[in-house]
């Protein structure tokens, strides 16, 4: 790995993005926000199948390995699939080429220039990639130029940018591709990482039925409040809250 200006400016813009504040302000509202939009659509989808097992669920758990959850014998109900919004459709076709490059035996520098610049199927997916990150910079500029407080990750970088360039007595590289590649590999990271921790997730609390009211009995003890208001509890309840039974885990 080379780690020259680039890449420590680069890694510079990140800092921010593991600190305490973040986490708790920005990162704990998003992911709670996300979950409950997950869990009102699981809801709506059992309720439709009558507790029927649903088609492209079985199938992402029939994949996994030592699963045991067979596939076509559940009379499953198949919902249409609503299609991506194009920058994550980008984010999966860009995700999956590098993938491809860097696990192949051709020169991964070659064929990274092949996809970004002359292939006319990829070619297409990096510019409305590129594009819909710079726009995104763009937006994050703007609100600094507002006073407006950091509040997405893309903020952070750009904030972060903007300070060491007036420290160093030089221009921002703001929109840049250096700044918009890093903005996609973490976005790439984080789609991975998310997605195969939800699936795993759900996949072994489904093979392990104690373990699961088991952690239902802890989380319920922990956030008392919430139960006896017959409510979920709130991300800044689950930020503040004690909870040895997850941190053992």
Not at 54 to 65: I, K
Not at 204 to 216: C, N
Request: net charge positive; proline share 4%; glycine share 6%.
């Amino acid at each position: 790995m080379r780690m020259g200006d680039g890449w420590r400016t680069s890694r510079g813009w990140l800092k921010d993005l593991l600190s305490p504040q973040y986490l708790h302000n920005s990162v704990g509202p998003s992911i709670h926000s996300s979950v409950l939009k997950l869990i009102e659509v699981w809801e709506s989808k059992a309720r439709i199948t009558d507790e029927s097992a649903m088609h492209r669920q079985v199938q992402y758990f029939g994949e996994l390995d030592h699963s045991k959850i067979a596939v076509g014998t559940h009379n499953e109900v198949t919902f249409p699939r609503a299609p991506l919004h194009k920058f994550q459709e980008c984010l999966h076709e860009v995700g999956d080429r590098m993938a491809a490059i860097y696990a192949g035996k051709w020169p991964p520098g070659l064929l990274s220039w092949w996809a970004r610049y002359a292939s006319p199927y990829y070619r297409k997916f990096f510019i409305a990639k590129d594009n819909f990150i710079r726009k995104h910079i763009d937006l994050a500029v703007q609100r600094s130029l507002n006073d407006e407080e950091a509040k997405t990750g893309i903020d952070h970088m750009v904030y972060q940018e903007q300070k060491v360039a007036r420290k160093a007595g030089r221009h921002t590289v703001l929109g840049k591709q250096i700044m918009i590649d890093e903005a996609c590999g973490n976005l790439i990271a984080g789609q991975s990482a998310t997605g195969a921790a939800l699936v795993w997730i759900l996949k072994f609390l489904a093979d392990y039925p104690a373990v699961q009211s088991k952690l239902r009995n802890e989380l319920q003890t922990a956030c008392a409040v919430a139960v006896q208001k017959n409510r979920l509890p709130t991300a800044a309840e689950i930020i503040s809250t004690k909870l040895p039974y997850l941190d053992e885990s």
